[in-house]
């Protein structure tokens, strides 16, 4: 959750914890019921990004695993034996090598186009990769590999999208809660002529700590800013 978003959430408790001790008040029942809904909304929100939080990091964690194995598992011995008997020069030489030359782990794209092309290395050279010691079979492991990795890929990828959607929808249920916070406001204004230590309450009530430290009367007027997923983190503003 963004710091502001979640900043803006107990700034909002306050204010009903406040408003919910003072005498039952019918003209500011209807938009203190609004900003109790939209505290548990955002409440949520903020739950439904932990989740997809916790699922991408650990979807990085299995791409992680599964680029690691292919690479070390199967794409390797590819590599070691195929530099026995591949051609070093000639037409295909150059290609064949750089083919041999594993991506690192991180590149995961990368790997998977390898291990795809190694696969049909070892298709083409079946006989030669057997009798120097590669089991029969690797080249359907190199496949399996490559597709494993990618379903882990694209899994990580609709967590990530669906974080951001849950941060975007955060965004403007805080905007909306703001929104409440001014015209209870404005609402509460003759109370606070005649009680000076409610209206000090409300103030201390409703300081918010921005975005660059500091703390201010919250107006809603914080800079949204793009949101984009930070790797092991939280989605943040840009």
């Known amino acids: 959750m963004r710091r502001i978003d979640k900043n803006r959430l107990q700034m909002f408790r306050r204010v009903r914890d406040i408003l919910r001790a003072q005498p039952a008040a019918p003209e500011l029942e209807l938009n203190l019921s609004r900003l109790e809904g939209l505290i548990d909304q955002l409440t949520e929100e903020a739950t439904r990004q932990q989740h997809h939080t916790r699922l991408a990091r650990a979807g990085t964690t299995r791409m992680q695993t599964l680029a690691r194995t292919l690479r070390m598992e199967l794409m390797r011995p590819v590599a070691r034996v195929g530099a026995v ?5 000639g037409p295909d030489g150059a290609t064949l090598q750089r083919t041999l030359k594993a991506p690192r782990v991180e ?6 186009t390898t291990a795809e092309t190694l696969a049909r290395v070892v298709s083409a050279h079946e006989a030669e990769f057997e009798r120097e010691g590669l089991t029969r079979g ?4 190199l496949l399996e ?4 990795l990618r ?3 694209d899994a990580r990828g609709q967590e990530l999208a669906k974080r951001v959607a849950a941060t975007m929808a955060a965004r403007e249920v805080t905007r909306d809660g703001a929104r409440q916070v001014r015209i209870l406001e404005a609402l509460m204004e003759p109370a606070f002529r ?5 209206r000090s309450a409300w103030r201390s009530a409703t300081l918010v700590a921005g ?5 201010h009367v919250d107006d809603g007027s914080a800079s949204a800013g793009t949101p984009v997923a930070k790797e092991g983190g939280e989605v943040l503003a840009a």
């Open 194 to 198: 005649e009680d000076a230590s409610l």
């Open 151 to 153: 379903a882990a890929v």
């Open 145 to 148: 590999g490559g597709r494993a």
């Open 85 to 89: 008997f591949l051609p070093s020069s």
């Open 211 to 215: 975005p660059r430290g500091g703390r």
């Open 107 to 112: 590149d995961y794209e990368g790997v998977i």
């Open 138 to 141: 690797h080249a359907a492991k």
